[in-house]
Every structure is written in structure tokens, then in C-alpha cells.
């Protein structure tokens, strides 16, 4: 299993912050934003890591991370030139996967739950995870029926048929790169994630997993802040 990490984009909700720096730089309480997904992948057993940054930024995260022994891993690193969607971003791995599986995590999505169990036990296919919000509008609903089978994703709908937010983690199977060549860009002009996911629920080959514990998108001066207060409270405890 390969870890790929999406640390592009220009983080402009956080502006000014972001004027210099990347999103996934900035300090959340006493570390920054990028080892958290680090320490998820490598929490889940996933020590052969990429690193997506935008060119700006490529030689900041070199130089911060190096080659991954400091973490013992071993981390590559590829520019994702202009943020054209999640699949997009994605695509960029492919050479990196190879015929492997391979578990994306956004770079500025922070998780409390424990996801070793679901890369270790992952064969084919795609895997979700989901949690209950109280504002699916922002995020890629999900409905599933009672045997906690998806019925439908749909991205950012204006009035969403459930609360379960699809998360900034999926797991993938070797086949994703060639579904993602299939793709048309949507109404915003990227690749989406929600489309792609979609392509699997098609196959009848998608599963998802209702997650527990905190989970924080930190691309809001908001959030942000609650991310912080909640690292403190780890930190406090421990």
C-alpha cells in the first residue's frame, strides 16, 4: 500500500497566512499541519509516502521533511502545477503507485479514528469514510441504506438527502488511475473525487466507513482554531 498526501492548492480562505507559506505549513498548536496525515498513514502501517505540493512550495516541504528517515519512511515528492480537483491531484501518483494500492489523505484533514484495520484489510475496489455533520452542503454526501451500502454520493449538493460527509481520506485499488482517465471535468472545470468514487459505486465495487472520533478540515480560519484547541487537549492529557 502506497500513502499519497495532497498538500496543493493555494489556501486562500487562510490568506494572509498562506501570502508566503503553504496551507499545510502552518503550525496547528505545537506541530505543523503536515504530520498529521503523516502520522495517519504512518499510524496505518504506510511508509512509502508522496508528497503533492504546489511548485511554490516544492522546496520548503523538501526541506523540511527530507527523504522521510527522520520519520522512517521514505517520502517522494511531485508538483502539482495548477489545482485542477482531487482526481487531478491524484493522477499525478500514478507513476509513484505503480500496480499498488494506494490510500489518499488530504493535507490539511485532521483524524482522531484509527485506520490500520481498513488499509490492512483493503483488496480491491474503493473505500470511503464518512462522518455526520451538521453543514453537508460543504462536503460530498453520502447515502447509504440500512446495511451501511452507498446508495448515492453527490458533491456539494444545495439541499443534501443525509449528514454523512464524505471524508479526506479514500483507499484505492490499482485500477483508479485508468478510472480517472474517464472522467469529464465538471461545472467548476476539475476532476472530481465525488465523480470518480461514483464510477466505483457503479461498479458495485465502493465501500464506506462510518468513523468515529474527531475529524477536522482545517482550511478555515475556524477550524483552524478548533484544531488547535483540540491538539491542546491531546497534548494536556498525555
Same mark, same amino acid.
Given at each position: 500500500?502506497?500513502?499519497? @498526501?495532497?498538500?496543493?492548492?493555494?489556501?486562500?480562505?487562510?490568506?494572509?497566512?498562506? /501570502?508566503?507559506?503553504?496551507? *499545510?505549513?502552518?503550525?496547528?498548536?505545537?506541530?505543523?499541519? @503536515?504530520?498529521?496525515?503523516?502520522?495517519?498513514?504512518?499510524q496505518a502501517g504506510i511508509t512509502e509516502i508522496l508528497i503533492i505540493t504546489?511548485?511554490?512550495?516544492?522546496?520548503?516541504?523538501?526541506?523540511?521533511?527530507?527523504?522521510?528517515?527522520?520519520?522512517?519512511? #521514505?517520502?517522494?515528492?511531485?508538483? *502539482?502545477? #495548477?489545482?485542477?480537483?482531487?482526481?487531478?491531484?491524484?493522477?499525478?501518483?500514478?507513476?509513484?503507485?505503480?500496480?499498488?494500492?494506494?490510500?489518499? =489523505?488530504?493535507?490539511?484533514?485532521?483524524?482522531?479514528?484509527?485506520?490500520?484495520?481498513?488499509?490492512?484489510?483493503?483488496?480491491?475496489?474503493?473505500?470511503?469514510?464518512? #462522518?455526520?455533520?451538521?453543514?453537508? %452542503? /460543504?462536503?460530498?454526501?453520502?447515502?447509504?441504506?440500512?446495511?451501511?451500502?452507498?446508495?448515492?454520493?453527490?458533491?456539494?449538493?444545495?439541499?443534501?438527502?443525509?449528514?454523512?460527509?464524505?471524508?479526506? @481520506?479514500?483507499?484505492?485499488?490499482?485500477?483508479?488511475?485508468?478510472? @480517472? /482517465?474517464?472522467?469529464?471535468?465538471?461545472?467548476?472545470? %476539475?476532476? %472530481?473525487?465525488?465523480?470518480?468514487?461514483?464510477?466505483?459505486?457503479? *461498479?458495485?465495487?465502493?465501500?464506506?466507513?462510518? =468513523?468515529?472520533? %474527531?475529524?477536522?478540515?482545517?482550511?478555515?480560519f475556524e477550524s483552524l482554531f478548533k484544531a488547535a484547541q483540540f491538539r491542546? *487537549?491531546?497534548?494536556?492529557?498525555?
Amino acid at each position: 500500500m502506497k500513502g499519497i @498526501i495532497l498538500a496543493g492548492g493555494n489556501g486562500t480562505r487562510l490568506s494572509p497566512l498562506t /501570502r508566503v507559506t503553504s496551507k *499545510q505549513l502552518l503550525p496547528i498548536y505545537d506541530q505543523p499541519m @503536515i504530520y498529521y496525515p503523516l502520522h495517519t498513514l504512518l499510524q496505518a502501517g504506510i511508509t512509502e509516502i508522496l508528497i503533492i505540493t504546489a511548485p511554490d512550495h516544492a522546496g520548503d516541504f523538501l526541506n523540511f521533511l527530507g527523504s522521510g528517515r527522520d520519520f522512517k519512511a #521514505k517520502f517522494t515528492y511531485e508538483i *502539482q502545477d #495548477k489545482p485542477m480537483g482531487l482526481a487531478q491531484g491524484l493522477s499525478i501518483a500514478e507513476t509513484f503507485v505503480g500496480d499498488d494500492s494506494c490510500t489518499m =489523505i488530504l493535507g490539511d484533514n485532521i483524524f482522531e479514528y484509527n485506520f490500520t484495520k481498513d488499509v490492512q484489510q483493503f483488496s480491491a475496489g474503493a473505500k470511503i469514510f464518512v #462522518k455526520p455533520v451538521s453543514d453537508p %452542503e /460543504r462536503f460530498g454526501v453520502v447515502v447509504m441504506n440500512e446495511h451501511n451500502q452507498v446508495i448515492n454520493i453527490e458533491e456539494k449538493p444545495t439541499k443534501p438527502k443525509s449528514n454523512l460527509a464524505q471524508t479526506g @481520506i479514500y483507499i484505492y485499488d490499482q485500477q483508479v488511475f485508468d478510472l @480517472i /482517465r474517464a472522467l469529464q471535468p465538471s461545472a467548476r472545470h %476539475e476532476l %472530481e473525487i465525488t465523480d470518480l468514487n461514483n464510477l466505483y459505486l457503479a *461498479q458495485g465495487t465502493l465501500s464506506a466507513q462510518l =468513523i468515529t472520533g %474527531e475529524w477536522i478540515d482545517t482550511g478555515t480560519f475556524e477550524s483552524l482554531f478548533k484544531a488547535a484547541q483540540f491538539r491542546r *487537549q491531546q497534548v494536556r492529557k498525555s
